[in-house]
Each structure stands twice: as C-alpha cells, then as structure tokens.
C-alpha cells in the first residue's frame, strides 16, 4: 500500500513538473507587453493595383508581359489588332487628299471668277462714258451693268465653294486624326512602374471595350492596413512614426507613418448609447512605407506578406528597443 502510495506521488510530480516546464515555455514564447503608448495591429503588406484596359473593343494581337515582371512607366504590355483601323486611316488619308484638290480647283475658279469681275468692271467704265457722250444707248450700258452682277455672284458661289471644300479638308483631317487616334488607344500601357500582378487574357482572345488584360501593382504604394479601437485611434494624426515587422523577416523592424485614419467606425452599429459599446468601435488605420525605402529594399519589402504594424501614440513616447530600425543598409 505504501509503495502504490509513493508510486502516485512519483506520477503526481512529474506531472507537475510538466506543467511547469510548459508554463515557462509558453511564457518564454509570448511577446512582451507593448509599453504604454505603443499600439499595434495585424495587416498585410497591400500595394496599389492599376487595371490595364483596353479602351477599344478588339482582337488581342500581342502581349509582352507575364505575371511576376518588373515594368516602367509607359511600356508597352500589349497591342490589339488594328488592320481594320489602319484601312480606314488610309481612306481617311485618301479623302484629305481628294478635298484637297477639290479647294485647289475653287481656288482656281475664283481666279477666273475674279479676272470677270474686273473685265466686266472695266467695260461697265467704258460704258457710262459711251453713255454720257450719248454714243449708246441705255439697254446697252444696262447689259453692261448686268455683266459685272453675274460676275460678282459668280464669284461669290466660287468663294462659298472654297469655304466649302476647306471645311470638308478640316473633316477629313479630324477623321484621321480620330482613326490615329483609336490606333494609339489599341497600344496598351502601364500608367506607372511596378509588377504584373495578373495577366488576365491571351492573343488571339476578343474583348469588349473596357476589357481587362493586366492588373499592375504599383510597387512604390505599399501600405498595412490595422485597426485599434477608439482611444488609441483618437490620438493619432497622419504622418505619426510607425514600425511594420513582417512575419517572414522578424529581423528587420521598417519604419512607416501613418497615412490615413478612417472618420468613421468599423464593425459597430452606427448609433451607440453606452460607454462600454463606444469603447468597442474600431477605426480603420493605414500605415504606409516610403517610396524611395520600398525602391531600395524591394528584395526584401514584398506585398501579401503578413505582419505586425506598430503606432505611437503620442511624440513624446519612445520606441521599445525591439522596435528600433534595424533594416541593411
């Protein structure tokens, strides 16, 4: 009996001890409480996505990018198939031309138009002198005077001819400018450097105007979004220091400001009575990364990746030592 006795001691103990041990580890393994004045959140890296579209409908002829690639500003990523375009800027080109020679023959008209005007001008002169030495008769220097009206409006007609025809050239010259136009809208770009992020169609595939092909992440955007309840929200403004530490390089601690703190609660009812519901509204935080740090440690930074993003919440708090920035130079 003494011996089952001390047996259940023995295994009592070791439990015991156990349960110790795992105590001390699980302690070992927390993080530290934060200090007053620092608050934290979880998040993802998030960069700025711009849809590359097409603003055209069409035939996809090529493409010259692929998910992961790096692209610059203005580089072309695909083109649509624009045979049917460039026939019409060639019959547009066509018609500038015709119109063209259609007010060089007005203009020649009014040339003659004019050389009437000013002969029949001239015999109208001779006329009335004819008349008043009463060597003509009056029908012969009204058909004088006659002569130089017709001509006159003839000349007019030939004017309005030409205005006519200089109109048809500037519509002509606006329909190539149109179709050109169009040509250049079939040539796809990136409005900003960064990564492809989705490539979302293939040649040969027809899409609808507003199509998407690519979706690009702008790489010098990169933002966490966290959230922290109301106290600590209220006591931050934009441009507070913050510090991100990434789950896939603890290491490195990279420093950040806050960007944005949303007006307005998240998750709670619009309408709260007491203060313990008030104390339960979260606000919506972002914490952003310097272009020119995202460009210098794009090996390391990465977006999707998860994290930890750190506030403080007032300029006289300092920043823990496990905080401090610790990023390669």
Known sequence: ???????????????????????????????????????????????????????????????????????????????????????????????????????????????????????TEKNLTRSRELYENQNIAIEQLQRSETAVQTAQAAESVAKAELELAEAAIDAARARVESVRTRIDDSILKTPLAGRVLYRLAEPGEVLAAGGKVFVVLDLTDAFMTIFLPTQQAGRLHIGDEARIIFDAIPEYVVPARVSFVSPEAQFTPKEVETRTEREKLMFRVKVRIESALLEKHSTIIKTGVPGEAYVRLGTDVAWPEKLQVQLPQ
């Open 1 to 119: 009996m003494i011996e089952m006795n001390k047996k259940k001691m023995t295994i009592l103990g070791l439990a015991v001890l156990a349960i110790v041990v795992a105590m001390q580890a699980w302690q070992q393994l927390q993080t530290p409480a934060l200090p007053e004045g620092i608050a934290s959140g979880n998040g993802r890296l998030e960069a700025t996505q711009v849809d590359i579209t097409t603003k055209l409908s069409g035939r996809l002829a090529e493409l010259y990018a692929r998910e992961g690639d790096e692209v610059e500003v203005d580089q072309v990523l695909a083109r649509l198939d624009v045979r049917e375009l460039e026939a019409e800027l060639q019959q547009a080109q066509a018609q500038v031309a015709q119109t063209q020679k259609q007010r060089n023959a007005a203009i020649a008209v009014i040339a003659q138009r004019n050389s009437e005007v000013k002969l």
